[in-house]
C-alpha cells in the first residue's frame, strides 16, 4: 500500500474518508479518499481470474487494510457490471462471473461498514465532473475504453441510471451485425471494435499472420504474439511505428462514429474519453474528433460538444466510487445522531419525577 497524504488528525470537523474500489476485468483498485477528491492511500490487486467469492475476498482484504490505518467511514465499489436501480446487485457482468450477485450485502456484512456498489463508469463519470474534467458542464456523456467500453450519462451533477439502472451501456450497442463475438453473448459491439481488446487483438492477429508491416511489434514480443499487450502498442506508435499508428487511428474512428450516434441522442456538453486507451493522447483523440465531427448530424450547423480527455486517469473510478460513499456515510452518521438524540430525550422523559408511576 502506498501512502500519499498524512492521517486527518483525529478531532477535525467531521469530514469521512471513504474507501473507493474500481473492479476491472485485470485488477482491483482501491484507495482512501477524502472530500476534495484528494488520495490519501492507494493499493492494486490482480483480479482472481473470474471467481466471485475471491473478487470479494479481495475487496474486504483492501478495506481492512486501509481501516487498519485509517478512521473509514463507508465503502463505494465500482463494479464492472450491470448494477440495479437500489445499487445492491450486480445483475450481470460480461467480463466476471457475476450473475445477480447481492455484492453490497455481502460486503458490508463481512467490513461492517456501510457500503454502496455502482456501475464502474458511473463512478468515473461522477469523479471526472466533481473533480475532472467536467467542471462547469451540466451535461456530460463520459467513455471508459479499457478492457471494453464503460460510459456514463451525468445531468446536472446526477448519474443517469434509467429504469433499471442499467443506463450507460453504449460499448454493447450492436454496430457491425455478425461482427465480432463480444463477451455479452452478442456478436459486432462497439467495444469489440473501439476498445483497448480490440486494439490488442488486431494486433496479435497481424503478428501472428508474419505481415511485414508488424515486424516491429513481433520485435518487440520475440514473435509471441499473446505476450503483446496494448501499452506496447501505444509506446510503438509514439515511437513512429506506422502499424500501431494505424491500430490507434482505426480505434480512433470507431470511437468517433460512435460517439457522434451517442451525441444525436443526448446532445452533451462535454465527451470525455478516458481509461486505460486514453493514454495514447492525440494518437487516439485526433481521429476521434475528425471522425466525430464527419459523422455528427446536423454538423455545421450546430455546436459541437467539446472533446476533452479524462484528467483523472485510472484514480477516477475508485475517486467517484469512495464520493459516493461518502454520502452513504452522511446519512449513516445523520441517522445514528437522530437515534442518539431519541434516546437520550426518551430518557429524559423517564427520569423525571413520577414519570414511571403506574398512577
Known amino acids: 500500500m502506498s501512502e500519499v497524504a498524512p492521517r486527518r488528525p483525529r478531532g477535525s470537523r467531521w469530514e469521512p474518508l471513504t474507501v473507493g474500489i474500481d473492479i ?6 482501491g484507495a482512501v479518499i477524502d472530500s476534495t477528491g484528494t488520495i490519501v492511500a492507494v493499493d492494486r490487486r490482480p483480479t482472481e481470474g473470474h471467481d466471485v467469492r475471491k473478487v470479494e475476498d479481495t475487496i474486504v482484504d483492501l478495506v481492512t487494510g486501509f481501516a487498519r490505518q485509517y478512521d473509514i467511514a463507508a465503502v463505494g465499489i465500482g463494479a464492472a457490471g ?11 457482468s460480461p467480463h466476471l462471473d457475476w450473475r445477480r450477485e447481492p455484492l453490497r450485502a ?3 456484512e463481512r467490513v461492517r461498514l456501510p457500503v454502496v456498489v455502482d456501475n464502474d463508469a458511473n463512478a468515473a463519470a461522477l469523479a471526472e465532473c466533481r473533480f475532472g474534467a467536467g467542471r462547469g458542464h451540466r451535461f456530460v456523456l463520459c467513455v ?3 478492457t471494453g467500453i464503460g460510459g456514463a450519462l451525468v445531468l446536472d451533477n446526477r448519474v443517469y441510471r434509467g429504469a433499471n439502472g442499467m443506463a450507460g451501456e453504449f460499448g454493447h450497442m450492436q454496430v457491425v451485425p455478425d461482427g465480432h463475438w463480444c463477451e455479452c453473448g452478442n456478436r459486432g459491439c462497439w467495444e469489440q471494435y473501439a476498445s483497448g481488446n480490440a486494439l490488442v487483438r488486431d494486433a496479435r ?18 514473435g509471441d504474439a499473446e505476450a503483446l499487450e496494448g501499452p506496447q502498442i501505444t509506446q510503438a506508435a509514439r515511437d513512429g511505428d506506422p502499424l500501431s499508428v494505424e491500430l490507434l487511428g482505426d480505434v480512433g474512428r470507431w470511437l468517433g462514429v460512435g460517439l457522434a450516434g451517442m451525441a444525436a441522442a443526448f446532445d ?18 485526433g481521429p476521434t474528433k475528425r471522425a466525430f465531427s464527419r459523422s ?15 484528467e483523472l486517469g485510472p484514480n477516477a473510478g475508485f475517486i467517484g466510487a469512495a ?33 414511571t408511576g403506574a398512577g
Open 82 to 92: 450491470f448494477v440495479d436501480a437500489t445499487r445492491t446487485v450486480v445483475m450481470f
Open 323 to 355: 464520493d459516493m460513499a461518502r454520502s452513504a456515510a452522511r446519512r449513516s452518521r445523520r441517522g445514528r445522531v437522530r437515534r442518539t438524540r431519541i434516546s437520550r430525550t426518551r430518557r429524559r422523559l423517564f427520569e423525571r419525577p413520577g414519570a
Open 205 to 222: 492477429e497481424l503478428v501472428r499472420s508474419s505481415s511485414p508491416m508488424a515486424h516491429r511489434l513481433r520485435a518487440l514480443v520475440d
Open 144 to 146: 471508459t475504453l479499457g
Open 268 to 285: 452533451p456538453g462535454c465527451i470525455i474519453i478516458g481509461g486505460g486507451l486514453s493514454d495514447a493522447g492525440d494518437l487516439l483523440i
Open 106 to 108: 455481502r460486503i458490508a
Open 296 to 310: 455528427l448530424t446536423g454538423r455545421g450547423h450546430r455546436d459541437e460538444p467539446v472533446i476533452a480527455r479524462a
Open 24 to 29: 476491472g476485468g485485470t485488477k482491483v483498485l
